[in-house]
């Protein structure tokens, strides 16, 4: 049978170490800058996305901690605890390998980028000396066809 969620334990007496703002500070919460969680995120992120990629390190870590308690307060019993972290681990995992083949492959395509710009940039060279060379034949012409003309 179930058993039924109990109260919450009172919060804890203040530190004596650290003030709330001394630690909202450190962890970059304070109250100058207020942006929106969507403000903090790139705009092509999937909506249900903004609030986890714009927590600090620490929230996120203890929003996680929060999650498996709650997670594992409703399993019966340790083999349904794991059970249900394998899952996590597994889904955790995929996302992890979706995430690097994605960096690899953007990796991939930046090195293509940076071939074909130095190959543009290798011909725009080349174009600019045959046009100095050119130039120059012209300016041979010319002024071949002026001299001439200055010394009678």
Known sequence: MRQAFSP?????????????ESIDAELGQTDEETLEAEDKVPPECPRFLPFLLSLDPYALV????IIAIL????????EEQEAIGNF???????IEYIA??????QELENRRLEKIE????????NEVKELKEALAKLQDQVLSCCH???QT
């Open 8 to 20: 919450p334990p009172p919060p804890p007496p203040p530190s004596p170490f650290f003030t709330s």
């Open 62 to 65: 203890t929003l996680g901690f």
């Open 71 to 78: 997670i594992a307060m409703e399993a019966n019993n340790p």
């Open 88 to 94: 996590l681990e597994v889904i955790a995992t995929n």
């Open 100 to 105: 690097e083949q994605g960096a690899y492959l």
């Open 118 to 125: 130095a190959i543009e940039k290798e011909d725009l060279k």
């Open 148 to 150: 001439p003309a200055d």
